[in-house]
């Protein structure tokens, strides 16, 4: 998952989410299983009266009726909590599925009497259908965002990511403090990570939070340490590795000018005193 990389509301989409897929998933044969066609006396609907007489009408979304010749909006009945029915004229309870977030608890028998729990603070949904095989019915599972992720409502089927400059080192976190600022001598160029790069020897970085992707480097006459946020001044009569190449150069002149001053003076006539 462009937006501005620092907008820690980014989501990151779970794995599937054929929940809220086509009723395909209740597939028998060729015949699909809790919609109706709509023809009129059918489960699923109901009919009324208006001016030109009779009328059948589905049931909304989020209900479901399996009374035939229903003559009013009586008989359809809303999902178990935590379920709905994503189409109308669902003529069974099992056209009602698990909300978004939420999954299926499993301690009941009855898989019309069942109900669905939300993911908890720290989790997210993961859809553990798989990609083409007929979807199996509420296959999901809540799991704990990772590391450089943090949930902070439940019900959820994503995790929000960190943004850059931060980090996020653990499983089932909960706030976007979690997200902790790197420190002077770190920097987080990326989102969503759980860890920050340090300066190396030679470099620095002096803020917060920084999403740089890089450290300074120290300027001549100066040097650092690993994660250092400041350079720091050489001692008198010294020099950094910056120098070295000119501090070379003259030494080799010297070197050469010493030695051509001894070849000209041993070049010279001697002279009597």
């Known amino acids: 998952m462009g937006r501005a990389p620092t ?3 980014d989501p990151i989409i779970s794995l599937g989410m054929s929940n809220l897929g086509p009723m395909i998933m209740y597939a028998e044969g060729s015949l699909v299983v809790g919609v109706s066609t709509g023809t009129h006396g059918e489960a699923g609907t109901f009919s009324y009266e208006n001016v030109s007489g009779p ?3 589905p049931c909304e979304t989020g209900q479901y009726s399996n009374t035939t010749a229903a003559a009013n909006e009586q008989t359809c009945k809303l999902c178990m909590p935590g379920k709905y029915s994503i189409t109308e004229r669902a003529n069974s309870s099992l056209a009602c599925i698990c909300k978004p977030g939420f999954v299926q608890d499993t ?3 009855n898989d019309e009497l069942s109900t669905c729990t939300a993911c908890e603070l720290g989790k997210f949904l993961v859809d553990l259908n798989i ?3 007929v979807p199996r019915k509420n296959a999901g599972v809540c799991v704990g965002c990772p590391p450089g992720y943090y949930q902070n409502e439940t019900a ?3 995790c929000r990511i960190c943004s850059q400059g931060t980090y996020q080192p653990l499983y089932n976190r909960t706030s976007v403090s979690d997200c902790l600022a ?3 001598g770190y920097y987080q160029n990326e989102t969503a990570k759980s860890f920050c790069h340090m300066c190396s020897a030679g470099k620095y970085q002096p803020i917060i939070a920084s999403s740089a992707g890089t450290c300074g480097d120290c300027v001549k006459g100066t040097y650092s340490a690993m994660a250092a946020s400041v350079c720091t001044p050489c001692h008198p009569n010294s020099f950094t590795p910056h120098q070295v190449d000119f501090a070379v150069l003259v ?8 030695l ?3 070849r000209f003076l041993h070049s010279m006539p001697s002279r009597k005193l």
Not at 251 to 258: D, F
């Open 260 to 262: 051509l001053c001894e």
């Open 251 to 258: 030494l080799v002149q010297c070197r050469l000018l010493r």
């Open 7 to 9: 907008n820690t509301e």
């Open 156 to 158: 959820q089927s994503y």
């Open 182 to 184: 790197c420190q002077p």
């Open 55 to 57: 009328v059948c009408k």
């Open 107 to 109: 301690s009941e028998s």
């Open 131 to 133: 990609p083409g095989n």
